[in-house]
């Protein structure tokens, strides 16, 4: 009986540790793998196209083999209509004519081009959408050569996940090479074909509906989707709660660079996103976690630059040069960014003897692949670099080297980050839009905070691209969100549910759990050697008199560790 005793009193002592873990909730099956496409994809109805169309269009070729398939129906003039733009102005490429598009017909005429043109001139029937689906490797090995395939608005439909019968009366599964989208072609923009799309979207989640009108060329690039012609393509998802309302977008050729990114420019794994999202629990929720780090220390810099000496506290909160085990995580695009990296050098210079760094776009290998997050399983300290956020939702969020970067605040070790290191920190993530960075609100990204900290929003560079009325918008459309912004420079040293400024600029807080004044700031701003209580949102101390008087005296000189 005193050794049963004995286990349930160690047991509910140990409640406590337990409950003070980092949770670890994000699903890995929720998002997509299958982030691009190596090559380009080209939707076209031969439209007029303008000479600045033209170059890039020539540019798809480069010289590489280029097959042309085309209905014995279709006439010359048509076929040299809709391959023109991709060849030049004395290759003539004589298409391989079929009657009946069939598997036999699409291996024999490929070969090994890297540019095909599939041109159908009337919609398929059910056997040629079945030997499409067939050829589907065929046509998947092009694009992962980094080829390119041009289809007619007739084929157009079949490359998407989802595509209406030849009837018009329901819908077959398409070869899903336009990622998790239904492709329309001769699309007429009115609020009755919206409406009629919308509902299809509905009744099939996670897709995302595209509408391409008349005259207009459409080319997706990697993840990229941009239109040449006089025409336009309508992207569209369904309304799925009290945020996620009806989404509508129309982009058309850029006419000139002064014109906005979103005006000609989308990004499809920002709306694959997007659709998913809106199949999920309500994000962020009403009553969202309240920040607070139960064990370890963040350390969340603004950009522009490292207060003085920080990172001598960082690898110290780690262990110390000799007993720290410092990860770097970069922030790219890229597949691959070399085997030097300043930061580790820099961490090396410092006499810390274990750092390294690790990279991957690939979801798969950063959920799967042992050797490459073994560096996080005794890691005590992450340093995340600057970039663009999105990029570390893509390749981490919901895998188990999140689930270990997590951990490593289990075991008490500091997790630190500048620019989009910082945002990340969030469980919302801020400004995370592929296309610019000018909106802090990225559908389809704002659940991709790495979730260090609940129940905050975090935006960065904050005073020097005056980012205050994009945070007043945030908070105002998701008040149970702790706002906060933090200049160039300057960063907060979160333990538990404190906050400590650093740096030389100052920390905004948007509290809207307090009324806003009419006339006065929507925010508290706090410099260096205050402190905030993010989970009680009120100042613990303000130095904000002690900076006036000390500006009075002068300022402090320099220490030799800044820049770091």
Same mark, same amino acid.
Request: net charge positive; charged share 30%.
């Given at each position: 009986m005193k050794t049963l005793n004995?286990?349930?009193?160690?047991?509910?002592?140990?409640?406590?540790?337990?409950?003070?873990?980092?949770?670890?909730?994000?699903?890995?099956?929720?998002?997509?793998?299958?982030?691009?496409?190596?090559?380009?994809?080209?939707?076209?109805?031969?439209?007029?196209?303008?000479?600045?169309?033209?170059r890039t269009?020539?540019?798809?070729?480069?010289?590489?083999?280029?097959v042309v398939l085309a209905r014995a129906a279709v006439a010359e003039d048509q076929v040299t209509k809709l391959v023109k733009p991709f060849a030049g102005d004395d290759d003539n490429v004589e298409p391989v004519r079929f009657r009946i598009l069939n598997e036999d017909s699409i291996k024999k005429s490929v070969g090994d081009a890297k540019v095909l043109a599939l041109i159908s001139g009337k919609k398929l029937s059910d056997e040629e959408l079945a030997a499409l689906q067939k050829s589907k490797p065929v046509l998947r090995k092009i694009l992962d050569d980094r080829g390119s395939l041009i289809v007619d608005s007739h084929v157009a439909p079949a490359l998407g996940y989802i595509m209406k019968s030849p009837t018009g009366k329901s819908l077959n599964k398409g070869l899903n090479l336009f990622f998790d989208c239904l492709v329309?072609?001769?699309?007429?923009?009115?609020? /009755?074909?919206? *409406?009629?799309?919308?509902? %299809?979207?509905?009744?099939? +989640?996670? #897709?995302?509906? &595209?509408?391409?009108?008349?005259?207009?060329?459409?080319?997706?690039?990697?993840?990229?989707?941009?239109?040449?012609?006089?025409?336009?393509?309508?992207?569209?998802?369904?309304?799925?709660?009290?945020?996620?309302?009806?989404?509508?977008?129309?982009?058309?050729?850029?006419?000139?660079?002064?014109?906005?990114?979103?005006?000609?420019?989308?990004?499809?794994?920002?709306?694959?996103?997007?659709?998913?999202?809106?199949?999920?629990? /309500?994000?962020? *929720?009403?009553?969202?976690? %309240?920040?607070?780090?139960? +064990?370890? #220390?963040?350390? &969340?810099?603004?950009?522009?630059?490292?207060?003085?000496?920080?990172?001598n506290k960082i690898v110290e909160l780690a262990g110390g040069v000799e007993r720290a085990k410092m990860v770097y995580v970069p922030c790219s695009e890229r597949d691959d960014?070399?085997?030097?990296?300043?930061?580790?050098?820099?961490?090396?210079?410092?006499?810390?003897?274990?750092?390294?760094?690790?990279?991957?776009?690939?979801?798969?290998?950063?959920?799967?692949?042992?050797?490459?997050?073994?560096?996080?399983?005794?890691? %005590?300290?992450?340093?995340f670099g600057g970039g663009r956020q999105w990029n570390f939702a893509d390749s981490y969020y919901g895998t188990k080297t999140h689930q270990l970067m997590k951990e490593v605040l289990n075991r008490g070790g500091v997790i630190g980050g500048s620019s989009a290191g910082a945002s990340i920190q969030g469980r919302y993530l801020a400004r995370a839009t592929p296309i610019g960075n000018f909106r802090i609100m990225a559908p389809g990204y704002e659940r991709g905070g790495l979730g260090f900290l609940g129940g905050v929003a975090i935006d960065q560079h904050f005073s020097q691209r005056g980012r205050q009325k994009d945070m007043t918008q945030l908070v105002n459309r998701y008040p149970q969100l702790l706002g906060i912004g933090l200049d160039e420079a300057t960063a907060i040293i979160v333990t538990k549910s404190k906050a400590e400024v650093v740096g030389r600029g100052k920390v905004f807080f948007y509290n809207r759990k307090i009324p806003v004044v009419k006339g006065k700031p929507d925010y508290i701003a706090l410099p260096a050697g205050s402190v905030y209580d993010l989970a009680e949102r009120k100042i613990i101390k303000n130095t904000t008199s002690e900076k006036s008087d000390q500006s009075k005296r002068g300022p402090k000189q320099p220490d030799k560790n800044d820049g770091f």
């Open positions: 004995r286990m349930v009193i160690f047991a509910f002592l140990l409640i406590p540790t337990i409950s003070n873990a980092q949770k670890f909730d994000e699903k890995f099956e929720h998002w997509p793998t299958d982030l691009k496409i190596n090559g380009r994809i080209i939707i076209t109805d031969g439209p007029e196209l303008d000479e600045a169309a033209l269009l020539r540019r798809v070729r480069r010289d590489r083999e280029m329309q072609t001769n699309f007429d923009d009115t609020l /009755q074909n919206r *409406a009629k799309t919308l509902k %299809t979207l509905a009744a099939n +989640k996670r #897709t995302v509906g &595209i509408g391409i009108s008349k005259n207009c060329l459409l080319m997706l690039s990697g993840r990229k989707i941009v239109c040449f012609g006089s025409g336009k393509s309508t992207f569209l998802l369904p309304p799925h709660n009290k945020y996620l309302k009806t989404r509508a977008q129309t982009i058309r050729q850029a006419k000139n660079r002064r014109q906005l990114p979103q005006e000609y420019l989308i990004d499809l794994t920002e709306w694959r996103r997007d659709s998913i999202d809106r199949t999920l629990p /309500q994000f962020p *929720a009403d009553k969202p976690p %309240t920040p607070h780090v139960k +064990k370890g #220390t963040l350390v &969340i810099v603004g950009g522009g630059g490292m207060p003085r000496g920080l990172m960014v070399g085997e030097r990296q300043r930061t580790v050098e820099m961490w090396k210079r410092m006499g810390v003897k274990h750092a390294t760094f690790i990279h991957t776009k690939d979801r798969n290998k950063a959920n799967t692949d042992k050797d490459f997050y073994a560096p996080l399983k005794d890691a %005590t300290g992450i340093w």
